[in-house]
């Protein structure tokens, strides 16, 4: 069975599919084009797919018939069209659990960011701008008892809540598509509307899984309805946030600030207005990387192409 990686993963995955007898195919460019990257795609039987950048959609599934399986080297699979995946019977697999800790660090490190204006702040030093003592410059605002409202209480969205939680006390409130039981009895989580949500939180957090459908979800209508203390924060997908409406919120100061690990579009170019205002922290989509939750990745990844080689089903999404 060929296994085509489109991009080095820690020695740990590859060495497992090695052990397991796979054919492993990694390019030696890295940075491939869509048509290279398809042409890989029809040599191979497995794919262990790194990064969005590639879409799995019914043009693939109809150039690539003989793919028979495709393991995703990340917890989100907004990438893959599941309705064609499942039409051309291709079971997906991805890699949850091993990377919530890691995601969830970001988030919460991005709230402290923000709150305490830490970018602003560094830039100024960066600068030469230090200057004196000043009661009245550059405040922030302390998490103490403030509510965290969390939008998609899964795995990571639970982590965050018991972060903010211990470390701040503070009120968990969140909207899901379903109940989360565990975080109702642990951390006292309360599920709400979405609208009761986005007007009581002091920091709304993103943690869903993203579909095509909640594009710009959080958009100009969303942005008014916040607390004028609100942080934004998105270490989930860019699609969620309307960037340009996020923009303007943030310079009208209906918002607070915003910390972004991920952005619209992305990567997010260097000219983005955005980077000009002093209310926001972002980051280039860094939330597993950590050695730990990458290599938790490859080996995941490499268990789910192990499975479905000897005919198991277990870790597969589809
Ligand atoms: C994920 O696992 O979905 C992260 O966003 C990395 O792509």
Not at 82 to 110: H, W, Y
Not at 168 to 180: A, P
Not at 190 to 215: G, T
């Amino acid at each position: 069975m060929k296994v085509f990686i489109n991009k080095r993963i820690p020695e740990i995955g590859i060495t497992m599919l090695k052990e397991a007898k796979l054919e492993v195919i990694i390019p030696e460019n890295e940075h491939l084009s869509y048509e290279e990257w398809l042409a890989y795609c029809k040599l191979s039987d497995v794919i262990l797919n790194v990064g969005g950048e590639f879409k799995f959609d019914p043009y693939f599934f109809k150039e690539c018939p003989n793919i028979k399986a495709i393991a995703l080297y990340s917890v989100g699979y907004d990438q893959v069209n599941i309705q064609s995946a499942t039409e051309n019977a291709v079971p997906i697999g991805n890699t949850p659990d091993v990377l919530s800790k890691a995601t969830s660090d970001v988030s919460f490190l991005l709230m402290q960011s923000v709150a305490r204006r830490a970018s602003y702040n560094f830039e100024k030093v960066k600068a030469g701008n230090w200057g004196r003592f000043d009661p009245l410059h550059a405040l922030g605002q302390e998490l103490y008892g403030k509510t965290l409202g969390v939008f998609g209480l899964g795995r990571i969205g639970f982590e965050m809540a018991k972060k903010s939680r211990k470390a701040f006390d503070m009120e968990i409130i969140y909207h899901n598509r379903h109940r989360n039981v565990e975080a109702e009895k642990e951390i006292n989580a309360r599920y709400v509307s979405f609208d009761e949500l986005i007007k009581q939180a002091d920091v709304l957090s993103i943690h869903a899984s993203y579909k095509a459908e909640q594009k710009d979800l959080f958009n100009n209508a969303v942005f008014e309805k916040m607390k004028s203390n609100a942080i934004f924060i998105n270490t989930a997908r860019g699609g969620f946030h309307d960037q340009k409406a996020l923009y303007e919120a943030l310079k009208n100061n209906q918002i607070w600030g915003a910390g972004l690990d991920v952005t619209n579009p992305e990567p997010m170019p260097y000219d983005d207005p955005i980077l000009e205002l002093s209310n926001v922290c972002v980051l280039p989509h860094i939330g597993s990387a950590t050695e730990e939750a990458r290599n938790g990745m490859a080996k995941m990844a490499a268990e789910n192409i192990i499975a479905f080689s000897k005919g198991e089903k277990n870790y597969l999404l589809v």
